[in-house]
């Protein structure tokens, strides 16, 4: 290694010297020659500089002689040359460009592959900069880490001086970033060694603070360098540093949001110093024994921290302008109090303590407001005007604390410091809007105040109650209740707090008269009109404060006497005129009399007891002259309303009526229905309009003229109210809401006329434009075009020339017309937010639209040329939407179409584009299917499909056509007019339902390969559609679901096929699974559900509607689905329960007299045949059925009965194929229908051989009953006279069964022919009385009957069973009264079934009796009053006759309805008074 040369050194030293020399040797060495002549000439400046031992200098010529003469080393002289070369650095070497350089990149001049990668070697660079530290601290006499954090301090400072971006402010441009992060590495290896000291390196950057950069700062805290705690810490003066730090964040603050490729870094900083400052300046204090010196680091953060807080509280109190520096820097600070920015540290409490000491410096920061300047302008202080970036920091604030540790800290705030009351309330603002339930917490809270206000009568509670509710109020009712309901509910009763006593009444009132001078008229008129409850004996107080506040009033030209009817008091805005609100008024009326068809109680009240207001102004404003409309509108039929009830003076009414003619005289023919004509428009006044639309056009085809463009469409705006004859003043109304038929919409002549005129100049525009540029390249014109020409003002007219065009035009419209409407569709739906909903009649529903809802709405796919049409329509609106906004944010233009209308494109493209079932394969061309329009539509609509775009909008769940969207809109496809021929229908219907849907994931919209949910939800589609009004557009009889509309035809078939393969499909076993029913008695259970809330009329007809729909559809499917869901093996017992249920719950109460339909009746039988096929034992699955059927479901059997001479010959034939005989009880169905027959036949043997049919009595009784239904008179009379042979049994269900059929005459009117019901009656409760058995129990029948009562009803529709009460009523007049009367349960039952016949008749349910009444002979037995009548008399009169043990349950009857019969109820009363308590009679229970 050659001789040591230079002063000696130490072991360690020596070692690290040596290892330095042998890697600095290695890398010369392999410099090669570069190096060598490198060190040659270096040495050889030396000694021309030196003189030598001698002390003589040598000439220039004699050093190049020694030159000549130097021999070439060789091999044995490397260790000299080595050595030469290591003393050579030793004696000039500069550590600071060592640091420096060591890590940068080799110079240009020096060979690459001479030059060694140093940067590779990090244990090279550290033993070589460590080396030369070493030997200089030892030639210097200091220590090494000494040296090495100064050399390192000052290469950090020389790198943040070379800064070339001076516009980057505290952060390093790339190259010095570079630099510093190989000096960072460097200086890591050395503290390693332990040859770099912290304090010193801290010591000697402070030095040199003004050229520190923050990023320097920030980069040795996150490399652990030197923690930022220690770095400032090591600072002497915390002044002078907190002042350095501030001036940095605040810079890096304000140039975050520029910092370009730099934000990440500025971002990551300010991040990184929040977390640092919220921690160290928040934590828990260690005790009473921390030290000074450990407080600085809190102080130095907490001093930062409250510095950036109030720069920003100052630049928002000076009114920062928008995107100003302060307003960044604001906005850059407020964003670093988020959770996201603080996660590192939310585990620890110090982020809360933070956020709770900032909301205190917050609400306490300048409180130089005054309680009364609070008073005065707190309503500028609300949610709303409150400046977004302190509400922002608010919200941000109240992350981690609770609504309650919130309000409690208010609380503590406003009792223990001065507050800024702007900023207190505008908190409060923010904490009722944000937090959900701060309502209550706010409410609870002020009670609390209140109650202590009153109690020690603080007037700062006092102060705080009215400002924090007032400021509550302000955001609205939806937030918060009014402050007039809340000064009513607090003062308004003598519960309040001010009725304790006479000192809390001075108090109050001395309160409310100190604000008098600041309050708003608003609350003064509060104050008045809900006045605080007093005690008469103070009620001096009360009036003088009311004096005082009206005073105040008056001085502030405010009247409480024309206050408007609808004025808000808890608005606190600026008081409207009287004539301003009375128009208010008026609109509001005319809005409440069109949804109830009366005088509002407002109106009425006003027109009685403020006649001033009422006459003056609301009249006024009510009656101004206009030309009347025909057919009369609301405001018209509300004028009548009010003349008819003598509300309007008739002078003023006739003057009114005069000024109308007169207008309807002056006002030219074909001026815009609402549109005022100004006097000074010409008749030719769409010339002007005709030719500046003309300029525009000849503008848009200049492209140099592209520039005035927006001139020429403020021109155009200007020529269209000349036009349309508004004033210039701009005082046409706007509308609220539009309203049009979409089946028939309407425009008036001068309408039509300027809007086709606009429609078509816009259309040629957008081709103009396009001719040039796609959309995106067009500019603004469009927007600013839509926006001046389809105002609120025209929008109705647009939108309705729209519906004519679109919806009833459609398929006739030019290429042109479809591309320039579907970019207004596009432009209209991105100003959706700025205008009205849309309300349009039939097929549509009756909720408000939103514009891009109502375009979906116009576009039909019933036809084949519907269908192109709303493929064309869809292409060029989601092409142009997809090209003029897609370089927006998403939402931007996900907003411009509805769903509705990306569906039916989806719809219409996989209908008529097989190529769009399969795989899509992305395209990325941006605007492309724009460019291919309006050439190719097929091409373009298959490019749009394509289109990476239009992809990624799919993948958003509004936008995704689901098997329920393709359901409804497949079943508007007419197939008569279909494009598709059946085939290729049915190809496509497979396609969609067994490729697609059904094996895609519910998430997706499909059903995730479960075949009987794709059932269900097509069942639930088809009824829906058919339920709807748009199936009204296929069919005038739309009730005839699938005869109609051969449209469901199809679609129903799929159902069938699809049920079809469920029952063939595998069977489910016995557990939860089966426990679920079929899905066809579910979707009817649940829809039928969903209507049975409504008790009106149009809700029963709905649902009655749906059930028939449900029969319907139940009958078009297999018979064998009435079993339930397929089973793993044939049960003993088929299962019927779902349908058993559906008759009894539903179907039972559209039976007609006691039996179901013959179609219904023949599916049960059919299913039951079917289930009986699946059985081992045919038979006995039949008569279990069956026998089942007489306790769960006896409808089936009395139908049965009723249609058995059609059934029967169709059972017997099945029945053959199981080769046996009929089952027992179809066998017993058949002789209680024969013996009906054989009854009433005039051939019939003696009635005491004539036996009943074998099984229960009411089964026999049934057939009989329908047997006297189709009795002549003369057979009737006599099987009737032989009823005596019966048992008591029979007679009793036969009499039930004929009362069902008399209450059904008298609904139903039947033919003159038919035999009249009360005469059966009548013949079987004489036989009933001949045998003294009582058939009264028939009537008491409740929902928790048993037996042969429960099955009756089940026989009877409900219907039925609420008017019993009027069969009961009719039977009583054809019964012996001795006999009756002497009945002990008479009495009670007689009295429930008048009290209930009185309710019926109060509630309107006798009037279609009434009705039916009309048209019979005896009409004074139909008569509701009549028999109302006559059976109160019968009772008057039976009263005093009936036993005394009749009189034992009475008074429980009259303690409910009592009240509805004084009379009755005063005789049974006196009744039962009169007599002693008896015990009651017992009765055979037949039930």
Not at 138 to 143: K, M, N, S
Not at 209 to 222: P, Y
Request: glycine residues 6%.
């Amino acid at each position: 290694m050659g001789r040591q040369r230079g002063p000696p050194a130490n072991g360690k030293a020596a070692l690290v010297a040596s290892q330095w020399e042998s890697s600095a040797g290695r890398t010369l060495g392999a410099a090669g020659e570069c190096g060598a002549h490198a060190m040659a000439g270096s040495s050889a400046r030396d000694t021309a500089k030196d003189p030598g031992p001698r002390g003589r200098r040598r000439t220039w010529a004699e050093l190049l002689m020694g030159r000549v003469r130097r021999q070439k080393p060789g091999a044995e002289h490397g260790p000299q040359i080595r050595a030469a070369a290591v003393q050579l650095l030793r004696r000039h070497l500069n550590l600071g460009h060592l640091l420096l350089e060591v890590g940068g990149p080799p110079p240009a001049k020096l060979r690459p592959s001479a030059w060694p990668d140093l940067r590779s070697d990090h244990s090279n660079l550290g033993a070589l900069v460590g080396s030369a530290l070493r030997d200089q601290a030892l030639r210097l006499g200091v220590p090494v880490a000494v040296l090495a954090s100064q050399t390192v301090a000052s290469g950090i400072v020389q790198i943040c001086k070379a800064h070339a971006e001076p516009s980057l402010g505290v952060l390093l441009d790339p190259e010095q970033r570079k630099k510093l992060s190989s000096l960072l590495e460097i200086t890591g290896q050395l503290s390693e060694h332990s040859m770099f000291s912290r304090l010193a390196f801290c010591q000697e950057l402070w030095k040199a603070q003004d050229s520190l950069l923050l990023e320097a700062v920030w980069r040795l805290h996150v490399q652990n360098i030197v923690n930022l705690q220690e770095l400032l810490e090591s600072h002497e003066d915390t002044q002078a540093v907190v002042a350095w730090l501030f001036r940095n964040v605040r810079c890096l603050c304000e140039q975050t949001e520029e910092a370009g490729p730099h934000s990440d870094i500025a971002g990551a900083m300010l991040s990184d110093f929040m977390q640092v400052f919220v921690l160290r300046g928040f934590q828990k204090d260690s005790g009473p024994g921390r030290n000074a010196e450990a407080e600085r680091m809190p102080q130095i953060a907490a001093a930062v921290l409250r510095g950036m807080l109030l720069l920003a509280l100052e630049a928002l109190a000076d009114g920062v302008q928008e995107e100003s520096v302060s307003h960044k820097a604001a906005r850059c600070w407020f964003s670093g109090f988020s959770g996201h920015t603080l996660r590192s540290i939310i585990s620890t409490d110090s982020p809360k303590r933070f956020f709770r000491h900032t909301l205190t410096q917050i609400l306490t920061h300048k409180p130089v407001l005054k309680v009364s300047d609070a008073v005065h302008m707190q309503r500028e202080w609300s949610f709303a005007r409150t400046h977004p970036l302190l509400t922002g920091l608010y919200r941000r604030l109240f992350v981690l604390l609770s609504p309650e540790e919130l309000v409690g800290h208010l609380q503590d705030v406003l009792e223990t410091h001065e507050v800024n009351w702007q900023h207190v309330l505008s908190c409060v603002s923010t904490v009722v809007v944000c937090f959900p339930g701060a309502q209550q917490l706010v409410t609870d809270w002020v009670a609390r105040l209140l109650a202590r206000a009153f109690e020690s009568f603080d007037l700062d509670s006092m102060v705080t109650v009215f400002l924090v509710v007032r400021q509550a109020a302000l955001e609205g009712p939806a937030v918060f209740p009014p402050y007039a309901d809340w000064f009513q509910a607090s003062f308004g009763s003598t519960r309040g707090h001010h009725c304790s006593s006479k000192k809390a009444l001075v108090f109050l009132f001395k309160f409310l008269s100190d604000l008098v001078p600041f309050e708003a008229p608003r609350y003064l008129q509060v104050h008045v009109l809900h006045p605080p409850h007093v005690p008469s004996k103070y009620r001096s107080l009360l009036m003088d404060y009311v004096s005082l506040a009206r005073t105040r009033l008056a001085d502030l030209k405010v009247s409480v006497e024309n206050m408007g009817l609808y004025e808000d008091l808890s608005s606190v805005g600026d008081v409207i005129e009287p004539h301003s609100q009375a128009a208010q008024d008026v609109e509001k009326a005319i809005q409440v009399f069109e949804h109830t068809g009366k005088i509002p109680v407002a109106v009425m009240e006003a027109s009685i007891f403020r006649r001033s207001y009422y006459t003056s102004h609301f009249l006024t404003a009510l009656l101004t002259p206009r030309v009347l409309p025909s057919p009369p509108d609301s405001r018209a039929a509300f004028i009548e309303s009010l003349r008819r009830a003598d509300r309007v003076p008739p002078s003023l009414y006739s003057t009114y009526r005069q000024a109308c003619s007169a207008a309807a005289r002056e006002k030219p023919a074909g001026v815009a229905l609402g549109m005022e004509t100004d006097p000074g428009c010409t008749e030719d006044s769409l010339a002007p309009l005709t030719a500046a639309l003309g300029e525009l056009r000849a503008a848009m085809a200049d492209p140099t003229q592209h520039d005035a463009l927006s001139a020429q469409v403020a021109v155009v705006a200007e020529r269209l109210s000349s036009a349309l004859g508004l004033c210039e003043d701009g005082s046409s109304p706007e509308v609220s809401k539009i309203q049009l038929s979409i089946l028939a919409p309407r425009l008036e002549q001068r309408e039509q006329q300027v809007v086709d005129l606009l429609l078509a100049s816009f259309c040629q525009s957008v081709m103009a434009a396009s001719s040039f540029a796609p959309p995106d390249r067009q500019g603004s014109w469009a927007a600013h075009f839509v926006t001046a020409t389809c105002g609120r003002t025209l929008l109705p007219a647009v939108l309705s020339r729209l519906c004519q065009l679109l919806r009833h035009q459609g398929p006739g419209l030019r290429a042109s017309h479809v591309l320039g409407l579907a970019a207004l569709a596009a432009h209209l739906g991105k100003s959706q937010s700025a205008l009205p909903e849309v309300h349009v009649g039939p097929p549509a529903p009756a909720r408000g639209l939103s514009v891009p809802e109502f375009f979906d709405s116009l576009l039909t796919c019933g036809s084949k040329e519907s269908l192109l049409f709303c493929l064309k329509f869809c292409t060029a609106a989601i092409s142009y939407a997809l090209c003029k906004f897609s370089s927006q944010s998403r939402d931007a233009w996900y907003s411009c179409l509805s769903p509705g209308l990306i569906k039916k494109f989806q719809f219409v493209v996989l209908r008529l584009f097989s190529e769009a079932r399969g795989p899509v394969s992305v395209e990325d061309a941006a605007g492309l299917p724009w460019c291919l329009l309006p050439v190719d539509w097929q091409r373009a609509a298959l490019c749009l499909w394509r289109h990476r775009a239009f992809q990624d909008l799919l993948k958003e769940e509004e936008f995704r056509l689901t098997y329920r969207d393709w359901v409804q809109l497949e079943l508007e496809i007419r197939p008569e007019v279909d494009s598709l021929s059946d085939t290729e229908r049915w190809d496509f219907h497979q396609w969609a339902i067994r490729e697609h849907y059904l094996p895609m994931p519910s998430a997706a919209g499909g059903c995730d390969g479960d075949l009987e949910t794709a059932c269900t939800v097509l069942l639930s589609g088809m009824m829906d559609f058919c339920q709807s009004s748009r199936s009204y557009n296929h069919s005038e009889n739309s009730d005839l679901v699938f005869g109609s509309y051969t449209g469901n035809r199809d679609i129903f078939s799929r159902l069938q096929e699809m049920a079809a393969d469920l029952e063939q499909g595998p069977a489910v076993p016995h557990g939860p699974a089966a426990s679920r029913g079929h899905f066809l008695f579910q979707v009817f259970r649940s829809r039928l559900q969903a209507l049975a809330g409504g008790q009106d009329l149009a809700s029963r007809l709905r649902r009655q509607r749906e059930l028939l729909l449900c029969k319907r559809i139940l009958l078009g499917l297999p018979a064998s689905i009435l079993t339930g869901s397929p089973q793993t093996e044939p049960l003993a017992t088929p299962d019927f329960a779902e349908f058993f249920q559906l008759v009894n719950s539903e179907l039972r109460n559209f039976s007609h007299g006691g039996a179901l339909t013959h179609d219904i009746t023949v599916h049960f039988f059919r299913g039951l045949l079917h289930a009986c096929s699946r059985s081992r034992d045919p038979s006995l699955a039949a008569d279990r059925t069956l026998t089942a059927c007489q306790t769960k479901c006896p409808l089936v059997l009395t139908s049965a009965l009723l249609w058995w001479p059609r059934l029967e010959p169709e059972l017997c034939c099945q029945w053959r194929s199981f080769q046996g005989p009929l089952p027992r009880e179809l066998q017993r169905l058949r002789e209680a229908w024969r013996f009906a027959g054989s009854f009433l036949s005039p051939d019939a043997e003696s009635p005491d051989t004539m036996l009943p049919a074998a099984g229960p009595a009411w089964v026999s009784a049934a057939a009989l009953h329908f047997a006297v239904q189709r009795a002549g008179k003369g057979s009737l009379w006599r099987g009737l006279a032989r009823l005596c042979g019966l048992q008591d049994e029979l007679l009793l269900v036969l009499l039930f069964l004929s009362s069902l059929g008399l209450l059904s005459s008298r609904l139903t009117p039947r033919d003159a022919s038919c035999p009249a019901a009360l005469d059966v009656c009548a013949e079987v409760l004489g036989h009933l009385e001949k045998r003294k058995v009582s058939w009264l129990p028939l009537f008491q029948l409740t929902d928790t009957a048993t037996g042969l009562g429960r099955i009756l009803l089940l026989l009877a529709p409900d219907q039925h069973i609420r008017l019993l009460p009027i069969a009961f009523c009719s039977l009583i007049s054809c019964c012996e009264e001795d006999a009756l009367i002497q009945d002990a349960a008479f009495l009670p039952i007689a009295v429930d079934m008048y009290l209930k016949l009185l309710r019926l008749f109060a509630a309107g349910e006798t009037g279609a009796v009434s009705t039916a009444a009309r048209s019979q002979e005896l009409q004074g037995q139909g008569d509701p009053v009549g028999l109302v009548t006559r059976a109160r008399h019968f009772l008057l009169r039976s009263v005093p006759r009936c036993p005394t043990q009749s009189f034992s349950h009475v008074a429980e009857l009259l303690a409910s309805h009592g009240n509805c019969d004084p009379e009755l109820s005063a005789a049974l009363l006196s009744r039962q008074q009169a007599t002693a308590n008896a015990g009651l009679s017992q009765e055979p229970h037949l039930f």
